[in-house]
């Protein structure tokens, strides 16, 4: 059974970094375009980064343009997302997502574009 995994989240305060892990069961992430989203109270889920199965092509939100960093480790069957200079505004449960698809160079950026999904890990920034 295909399942996706994430932890890493927690509390933290502002200014500070966590590092969130994807770990994929049932399936090789080699050839899935990966994405993370997260869902703050009241709002809609949203990108925050996403990569293609080639890994040559990444998204970032401009709102974590130059804080975050996504990556994956095919050995481990794993991507991460770390995130640098949190902000109270990245608050949000976070969730990995993963897409099947022929082009390796695909970059998916909607929520409706992705198969899998994670069951999401909370990240609070808060002093």
């Known amino acids: 059974q295909e399942q996706l995994v994430e932890s890493g989240g927690g509390l933290v305060q502002p200014g500070g970094s966590l590092r969130l892990s994807c770990a994929a069961s049932?399936?090789?992430?080699?050839?899935?375009?990966i994405g993370w989203f997260r869902q703050a109270p009241g709002k809609e889920r949203e990108a925050v980064s996403c990569?293609?199965?080639?890994?040559?092509?990444?998204y970032y939100a401009d709102s974590v343009k130059g804080r975050f960093t996504i990556s994956r480790d095919n050995a481990k069957n794993t991507v991460y997302l770390q995130m640098n200079s949190l902000k109270p505004e990245d608050t949000a449960v976070y969730y990995c997502?993963?897409?099947?698809?022929?082009?390796?160079?695909?970059?998916?950026?909607?929520?409706?574009?992705?198969?899998?999904w994670g069951q999401g890990t909370q990240v609070t920034v808060s002093s």
């Open positions: 997502a993963a897409h099947l698809s022929p082009w390796s160079h695909y970059l998916p950026t909607k929520r409706l574009d992705y198969d899998y």
């Open positions: 990569i293609s199965s080639d890994d040559d092509h990444t």
């Open positions: 049932g399936f090789t992430l080699d050839y899935y375009a």
